[in-house]
């Protein structure tokens, strides 16, 4: 097969793309003291994108979860609903926090489009922490009212005191009110819990005053709190404007456009685009409380009218199910997800599967899968993107056969971001080929941590640019490639994992005198959680490797609990800052993880 000739260089898309007329032209503006690149026709709130998108959309099916299906009209009704029992009953108004705690459930985009009809922020915990972590999210970010499914409502119920006392908060409803999704189960409200439906119900009202009731939202107004690890175990809360979060969508929008001007498939960017029909059919396999799941997926479902079929949790046989039965037509994940569709079109239900679109985000690519990925779906479109929670998802990406041409690099920036590769001791931004920190400045990076002013004046420099806490390269073109990590995070299946909150779970049995969380490797993961372990000298007939695995199950998020701990009776080895020297221990425990087969059992006398 011939390489590909682009029909255009990158800098030609980027002056297409941003010229005078069309949708994703651009112009310079001050943001936050700032001269940022926005774009120009961006809707100027949450609010109004999603109005916008439930009139143009009405008709047409939009989310379908198990045996409900919801058209963009069905949904804006129970959107109405939600925010007009919010405003009058709760009182909540511009400004106040609505915390949304939940798996991918229709309510979970009820409630976070009846959020920003009301000017509030929505506040979107990771669902899969401790109860004491998700406990934490909420009361520091003084939630007014809280929506949780029944899962949720049933591992926070002994909490329920001290959310409403900490956070100021004045009711916690709930939907979905037990495990079984098909059935709910009536809440305690003796406890503090109420449910969603009965009060709906008590409220009778549509909510369409709620459309009278123009909060009048800015671009730069708060409209989102997400979580990301945070350097002391606990999750540290990105507040992000309404433009933040929406640039996303042009982002993504741009990524496309380009990929047909380099193909020489379009001539110039137009100021309106076409819906085509039939709608893409996407099949989501990431949590909302990610940004890659709410401001990628669902947030360009939304804007281009097309159907998302939601799971409870990703599944390879019940994915494989939907997207036969829904006819889905591109599916997004991270690499994981992707390498089990490919596995059941080789010699599954999916073999011979048009499959039209699929995107990888969250950890890096393996060359391998791509190829496998085309060779399995012929003429897929592949996709990728390079963020984080701070950017609100993407500030880099390729699509298509840039994407193909170069699977190991995550794109190029934007047209509004601006990428520089720094060396962290020289603070001198590097030549191209040469490795550094990587930052990201634009429009859709967050406003700040919240209440964390300390934490936000280290990741963000005086002119506006994102420290990634990443390690990578540029190339004379322009493409980014990453290649280590300056943070202590482990990526298993496009969670980060912070490795001091492991290490603080194994410490709480006494006969740890220190522990150290490292990266193995793991073929449809990434990477998997392995802890090395000094025990304290006397301790060895208490301290074993099996039983820290179960105290890390009673502390720990399931995708956080190590596989692998291996046990020794000397101090952990440091460098000169005292820090324990995490290089040599990953590679030792890589070594270790090879010689089991990559296989997590438990060695009773894991020592090193």
Not at 75 to 87: F, Q, T
Not at 178 to 198: F, I, M, Q, Y
Not at 432 to 450: D, F, H, S, T
Not at 524 to 543: F, I, M, N, Q
Request: aromatic share 6%; proline share 5%.
């Amino acid at each position: 097969m011939s390489p590909w000739i682009p029909a255009r260089s990158l800098s030609e898309c980027d002056r297409l793309l941003t010229a005078p007329g069309s949708l994703t032209e651009t112009h310079t503006r001050l943001v936050d003291g700032r001269v940022q690149r926005v774009y120009t026709h961006l809707w100027p709130s949450y609010r109004a994108f999603w109005l916008e998108s439930a009139a143009r959309h009405a008709m047409h099916e939009y989310l379908v979860f198990e045996d409900e299906r919801y058209t963009f009209h069905d949904a804006h009704e129970r959107v109405l609903r939600i925010a007009g029992l919010l405003g009058k009953v709760y009182g909540v108004n511009k400004g106040n926090r609505v915390g949304i705690v939940s798996r991918n459930y229709p309510e979970f985009v009820f409630a976070f489009w009846a959020a920003q009809l009301l000017g509030a922020v929505a506040v979107c915990p990771n669902a899969w922490l401790p109860v004491d972590v998700v406990t934490h999210c909420l009361c520091v970010t003084d939630c007014k009212v809280i929506l949780l499914d029944g899962e949720r409502a049933q591992s926070l119920e002994p909490s329920v005191a001290r959310i409403k006392k900490d956070a100021g908060c004045v009711e916690m409803l709930v939907f979905r009110g037990g495990p079984d999704a098909s059935k709910g189960t009536a809440c305690n409200s003796s406890k503090g819990l109420v449910r969603l439906e009965d009060v709906l119900r008590a409220y009778g009202d549509d909510g369409r005053s709620v459309l009278q009731q123009d909060p009048k939202v800015e671009p730069e107004d708060n409209a989102t709190v997400m979580f990301t690890s945070g350097t002391t175990g606990l999750p540290k809360g990105v507040l992000s404007s309404q433009r933040a979060g929406l640039t996303n969508i042009f982002n993504i929008l741009c990524g496309s456009l380009k990929d047909m001007l380099r193909n020489g498939l379009i001539d110039a960017v137009p100021r309106a685009i076409d819906f085509p029909e039939p709608r893409t059919v996407s099949l989501i396999a990431i949590p909302f409380f990610h940004v890659t799941g709410l401001q990628s997926i669902l947030f360009m479902t939304t804007f281009m009218g097309n159907k998302l079929v939601l799971m409870r949790r990703w599944n390879p046989e019940e994915g494989a199910r939907l997207i036969l039965k829904e006819k889905v037509t591109t599916v997004g994940g991270v690499p994981s997800v992707v390498s089990d569709i490919v596995n059941l079109a080789e010699n599954g239900p999916l073999k011979g599967y048009p499959l039209q679109g699929t995107s990888v985000g969250g950890a890096a690519s393996p060359r391998a899968l791509i190829d496998r990925t085309s060779k399995m779906f012929p003429g897929v479109s592949i996709g990728s993107g390079y963020g984080m929670t701070e950017t609100n998802s993407v500030a880099v990406g390729s699509v298509g056969n840039e994407f193909v041409t170069k699977p190991s690099a995550c794109g190029v920036a934007t047209p509004v971001n601006d990428v520089l590769i720094v060396d962290p001791d020289t603070m001198e931004v590097c030549r191209p080929g040469a490795q550094g920190e990587v930052w990201l400045r634009g429009p859709n990076i967050m406003k700040c941590y919240w209440k964390d002013e300390a934490a936000t004046a280290k990741a963000i420099t005086k002119d506006g640019f994102m420290r990634t806490g990443d390690l990578g390269v540029m190339d004379a073109e322009g493409f980014l490639y990453i290649r280590d990590r300056l943070k202590d995070i482990i990526i298993r299946g496009g969670e980060n994992i912070d490795s001091s909150m492991v290490e603080n779970a194994i410490h709480a049995d006494e006969g740890v005198l220190e522990a150290a969380a490292v990266a193995v490797p793991d073929d449809r993961l990434g990477e998997l959680v392995a802890v090395v372990v000094a025990v304290k000298e006397g301790e060895s007939l208490y301290c074993n490797a099996e039983g820290l695995i179960q105290l890390a199950k009673t502390k720990l998020p399931r995708f956080a609990v190590p596989v692998m701990i291996l046990l020794q009776y000397n101090p952990l080895e440091r460098n000169a800052s005292l820090k324990p020297l995490k290089t040599a221990l990953r590679k030792v425990a890589q070594a270790e993880w090879e010689r089991r087969g990559r296989v997590p059992k438990v060695v009773q006398d894991s020592k090193l």
